[in-house]
């Protein structure tokens, strides 16, 4: 019930691609949901966040989408670069915002190769 | 975004001594603190959760006596990890939330036990 999965695990695209990765959740009291960029030996950097009153949300070449009744939301890096290559995280928690405890989903690297 | 300052960056340590690793709120009080290890390629797991003044709350599994939290100020935390063996090597990252919804992390800290 707390566990946030996540996949694919690791993904290779092509510089300009659009990069696509997916969490699916079981806990209903789940109502914040935001991505973490994480590269080597850094702690994770928050990305972009939604909550389950929207079905979308974009901020630059990021959006999240949210499924509501699938329980499941997904990250799209639109025109991929060699940069954005790092280890991508989604997250749940309850209550709006990260003072409640944040479960990870289990990372999804990320190639984009130029 | 605020800054989350962790030191140090790396330590190695011999076996069966402690050592401890601060994070700091550098532009914002942080009414909790949470503190995470990472192992090689795999997710964070979240150790324990701190409120300042209070006593932190351990994750199950977590050892208490072994794995220290102090959260004495709004800016300042510290995870002693007392009677280090090579087992406790690991990366180690806090983050911390105050009056922003977001959580915001530190560049992590990377322990190696000898």
């Known amino acids: 019930q707390q566990q946030v999965k996540q996949s694919p695990q690791s993904l290779i695209v092509q510089k300009g691609g659009i990069s696509i990765i997916n969490c699916a959740y079981e806990?209903?009291?789940?109502?914040?949901f935001p991505w973490y960029q994480q590269f080597p030996g850094k702690g994770p950097a928050l990305l972009i966040a939604?909550?389950?009153?929207?079905s979308e949300k974009k901020e630059g070449r990021f959006t999240i989408s949210f499924n509501k009744s699938a329980k499941q939301f997904s990250l799209h890096i639109m025109d991929s670069q060699p940069g954005d290559s790092a280890t991508y995280f989604c997250?749940?928690?309850?209550?709006?915002?990260?003072?409640?405890?944040?479960?990870f989903g289990t990372g999804t690297l990320l190639a984009v190769q130029p | 975004g605020a800054v989350v300052s962790q030191h140090p960056s790396r330590v190695i340590c011999k076996s069966g001594t402690s050592v401890k690793i601060e994070c700091r709120s550098l532009?914002?009080?942080?009414?909790?603190m949470f503190w995470y290890r990472q192992f090689p390629k795999k997710s964070l797991m979240l150790m324990a959760t701190?409120?300042?003044?209070?006593?932190?709350?351990?994750e199950q599994g977590v050892e208490k006596d072994k794995f220290l939290i102090n959260h004495a100020s709004l800016t300042l935390s510290t995870l002693t990890v007392t009677s280090a063996h090579p087992e406790d090597s690991s990366f180690y990252i806090c983050?911390?939330?105050?009056?922003?919804?977001?959580?915001?992390f530190g560049q992590g800290t990377r322990l190696t036990v000898v």
């Open positions: 983050s911390a939330t105050g009056e922003f919804p977001e959580a915001f």
């Open positions: 806990n209903t009291a789940f109502d914040y």
């Open positions: 939604i909550r389950p009153d929207v």
């Open positions: 997250a749940a928690s309850m209550g709006w915002g990260a003072t409640n405890k944040l479960i």
């Open positions: 532009d914002f009080q942080a009414t909790t």
């Open positions: 701190s409120n300042e003044g209070s006593k932190a709350t351990y």
